[in-house]
């Protein structure tokens, strides 16, 4: 009869590895869920107070935001020299006596950050760095 013992612990060692990989993308999915599900809330709260223009005018005038804390991520960024760090915006924000409310700096500089974004303003780099998107230096926003 043949030893089958290092076949089961191949296999099993690839189960793990496997599993680790789903662990991961589970994780992944996780934080995609957290973040659009504040997002949502984010926009749930703005159109029960009626302020549905967030960022009016932005995409076509640059240089004319229509929130200060827009002005105030975008400032940051140019004066750290193209890019800055949601730590950087948060401190940035901090020292302006930029008033959050109730909500959390992070997650509202965050969520203005994937606003921006999707209006094609800024763009992550990764790692949490962020900086205008380059079609819009040229268009005089940095």
Known sequence: MRDIRDDLKERLAAIDTEADKLKAQLNSLTQKRLSLQALLEEEEARFAKG???????????????????????????????????????????????????????????????????QNGLVENLGDGVWRIKEGRRANGIQ
Do not use: C, V
């Not at 640059?62 to 760090?85: C, D, H, Q, R, V």
């Not at 950087?88 to 992070?106: C, M, N, V, W």
């Open 51 to 117: 302020d549905q223009n967030l960022f009016a005018g932005a995409p076509d005038e640059p240089g004319k935001y229509a929130t200060p804390l827009s002005k105030i991520i975008l400032g940051k960024i140019k004066y750290n020299g193209g890019s800055a760090t949601l730590e950087d915006l948060k401190r940035a924000a901090e020292s302006a006596a930029y008033d959050f409310g109730e909500k959390q700096p992070g997650r509202s500089i965050h969520f203005a950050l994937i606003g921006m974004a």
